[in-house]
């Protein structure tokens, strides 16, 4: 339930503003590994060591070494960070377009779950997306990843705003769950539709 007045529009990026693949990753590790492309799907997890590299508690190269014993991969990170930054196909240019127009009415944020080298990586791919938020919170930066209540409550203390006055957009369910839970007006994201239709609510022309 949205108790406060929206002062401010929080995004994810991946899923939301960023169209992302993680196929694109398994298809450029294969070659590395003895394990098939389905085993490598099967293999992969948003484990632990995963959550620690998204928090900046590991560092890439521990990560790295990670995946070479859960994937059966080569001991070769510069390959391996060639597939880890394949997952990012393109900008959703529809939702990019609109957090642009929105900015004439409220300030604009985001909030993504990632690490340096993702970070690095879709930074210089989509410029344009970083330029459409006035800042964006960055996991291995502030410490704590979504839906984590410590995630949603750093961003509102940043900005100076209750959690309340903020609305938010995530296409995973249970990062929105954990943002309604903290007391976010969350929105399910699973197209620029849900977007559109959100920010209509506001009352904002697109």
């Known amino acids: 339930m949205q108790t406060h007045k929206t002062q401010a529009l929080l995004f994810d990026l991946g899923g939301v503003v960023i169209d992302i693949d993680f196929d694109r990753a398994f298809k450029q590790w294969q070659p590395l590994s003895r394990l098939s492309l389905d085993e490598l799907r099967q293999a992969f997890k948003f484990d632990a060591p995963y959550q620690q590299h998204e928090r900046g508690a590991i560092t890439a190269s521990e990560y790295f070494a990670h995946l070479c014993v859960a994937l059966e991969l080569q001991d070769d990170h510069v390959r391996i960070e060639e597939g880890w930054n394949a997952i990012y196909v393109g900008e959703i240019v529809e939702t990019r377009s609109m957090v642009h127009a929105v900015r004439a009415q409220f300030p604009c944020y985001a909030l993504t779950n990632t690490?340096?080298?993702?970070?690095?990586?879709?930074?210089?791919?989509?410029?344009?997306?970083?330029?459409?938020?006035?800042?964006?919170?960055?996991?291995?930066?502030?410490?704590?990843?979504?839906?984590?209540?410590?995630?949603?409550?750093?961003?509102?203390?940043?900005?100076?705003?209750?959690?309340?006055?903020?609305?938010?957009?995530?296409?995973?369910?249970?990062?929105?769950?954990?943002?309604?839970?903290?007391?976010?007006?969350?929105?399910?994201?699973?197209?620029?539709?849900?977007?559109?239709?959100?920010?209509?609510?506001?009352?904002?022309?697109?």
């Open 115 to 206: 690490n340096a080298t993702h970070q690095a990586a879709w930074s210089a791919m989509f410029p344009m997306v970083v330029q459409s938020f006035d800042r964006v919170f960055a996991s291995h930066e502030i410490g704590c990843r979504k839906p984590e209540r410590q995630a949603f409550e750093y961003v509102a203390h940043s900005l100076g705003l209750s959690l309340g006055a903020i609305m938010f957009f995530d296409d995973c369910l249970e990062n929105v769950e954990g943002a309604a839970s903290a007391g976010l007006h969350a929105i399910h994201v699973r197209g620029p539709g849900d977007v559109r239709s959100a920010l209509q609510t506001l009352g904002v022309a697109l």
